[in-house]
């Protein structure tokens, strides 16, 4: 694995020799697939602007019923939102944002050698991942939409840092970092490709079983096996 550190201002990338790579890549390498996350997917599953949405809400319904529970009326109410409700809506939005840029900052590219991820707002940081460092890839699958997540497992004991990654890691595996691809649109199908660019780079046979369907909140498929598979898990 090799990283590659670039400061750039702003979300432009001119410096890149090739979008969301930092070098050209040799004569014998290809790119089969590009892709970013997407932002509202992003701020759903990652930043959790619903669950936020719903801790404002159910502050302001509890002012509301302690106002009410005083004597208070409606008046009293809508005074005591006037200072609450500006702040949820500006943590809100703060949240949008920030997934926002973070998916358009975001560059994940496959190869049929290698997956590269260019992550980073302020900092960029490009990691490059050879096929021969990957032992398993997982598909965490979101919701209806076809979004989902291609987590990595890094053979080897070396590790990237959490801090490094994040947000563009599996969550809660702290000790042992798996580098993500985050909410990627047609995620099974990316999945399936990723599989089959790994097993050719490999020298083995495709998968037997190919991208199955896995019970929800179900994480014991994702084992050191090049075969992916479909859970619903985070």
């Not at 890149?16 to 070098?23: A, D, F, K, S, T």
């Not at 909410?183 to 089959?196: E, F, H, K």
Request: hydrophobic residues 50%; charged residues 15%.
């Amino acid at each position: 694995m090799r990283a590659v550190h670039r400061h750039t201002l702003g979300h432009e990338h001119e410096f890149e020799p090739q979008h969301g790579l930092p070098e050209v890549l040799p004569p014998d390498e290809k790119l089969l697939w590009q892709g970013s996350p997407d932002w509202r997917a992003m701020a759903v599953e990652v930043f959790h602007v619903r669950k936020l949405a719903l801790y404002f809400a159910l502050m302001l319904a509890l002012r509301a019923g302690f106002v009410l529970a005083d004597g208070g009326g409606v008046m009293a109410v809508l005074s005591g939102w006037v200072w609450m409700a500006p702040l949820a809506l500006t943590g809100l939005a703060i949240v949008l944002a920030l997934a926002r840029l973070c998916a358009r900052t975001t560059a994940y590219s496959i190869t049929n050698k290698r997956v590269v991820m260019r992550i980073g707002i302020v900092l960029t940081v490009t990691f490059n991942i050879p096929f021969k460092r990957i032992d398993a890839a997982g598909l965490l699958l979101h919701g209806k939409q076809g979004h989902g997540d291609l987590p990595l497992t890094v053979a080897g004991r070396d590790r990237i840092p959490i801090l490094q990654l994040w947000p563009h890691a599996r969550a809660w595996h702290i000790a042992q970092p798996q580098p993500t691809l985050r909410c990627v649109a047609d995620a099974a199908q990316v999945g399936q490709l990723l599989s089959q660019a790994w097993s050719a780079a490999r020298g083995v046979a495709p998968a037997a079983r190919p991208v199955s369907q896995a019970a929800a909140n179900d994480d014991t498929d994702l084992r050191p096996t090049p075969a992916l598979v479909r859970s619903s898990a985070a």
